[in-house]
Each structure stands twice: as structure tokens, then as C-alpha cells.
């Protein structure tokens, strides 16, 4: 009985955590202080199926859409900012959502 307290608790902080984090985005980019494409990035990031390396990444239609007539210096400016802002971060060469470490 007790396990399945502490497992419903896990499951209830992991979609409180998965929440803010939806809700924080949609307020820096109402706030402009991460642009269009940087959102879509980290709606691409955290709605995959499992996490992403940057290589990965790269090769995703959407992403390749995003930044067709972008250098790739804007591509590196992009996700410099979502890292500078604590939004993402890479752990084992993978792409993880800050909401993974508690953020």
C-alpha cells in the first residue's frame, strides 16, 4: 500500500514538474525572451518519445524546416540560449528537458 503511495506521488510530481515546464516556456516566449523557433525546439525536445542528441536533432524534419535559410551559426545561437536559460541541458551527449533535474 505504501509503495503504491510513494509510486503515485512520483507519477503526480513528474506531471506537476512536466506542467511548469510547459508553462514556463509559454511565458518566455510571450515575454520574448526565446523566439519562435527556440519554443519549437524545446516542444520538439520534450515531446519525443525518448531523449535526443544534438546529432539527432539536427535530423529531424521539423528542425531541418526551421532553419533552412538560417546559417548554422543561429542554430548554435538558438541552443546556447536554451542552455543559458537552464531550459535544457546535455547529460551522456543527450538533450534533456531541465525539467529532469528538478528545475
Do not use: C
Amino acid at each position: 500500500m505504501l509503495e503504491t503511495i510513494h509510486h503515485l506521488y512520483d507519477r503526480v510530481d513528474r506531471f506537476t514538474k512536466i506542467l511548469l515546464f510547459e508553462a514556463k516556456l509559454k511565458n518566455l516566449r510571450d515575454e520574448k525572451k526565446i523566439n519562435n523557433r527556440q519554443y519549437a525546439i524545446m516542444n520538439g525536445i520534450h515531446n519525443h518519445e525518448k531523449l535526443l542528441t544534438l546529432t539527432q536533432l539536427k535530423q529531424m524534419p521539423w528542425f531541418i524546416a526551421l532553419y533552412d535559410k538560417l546559417s548554422d551559426k543561429t542554430k548554435q545561437r538558438d541552443i546556447a540560449k536554451l542552455k543559458a536559460l537552464n531550459l535544457v541541458f546535455i547529460e551522456n551527449k543527450q538533450l534533456v528537458p531541465s525539467y529532469f533535474k528538478g528545475n
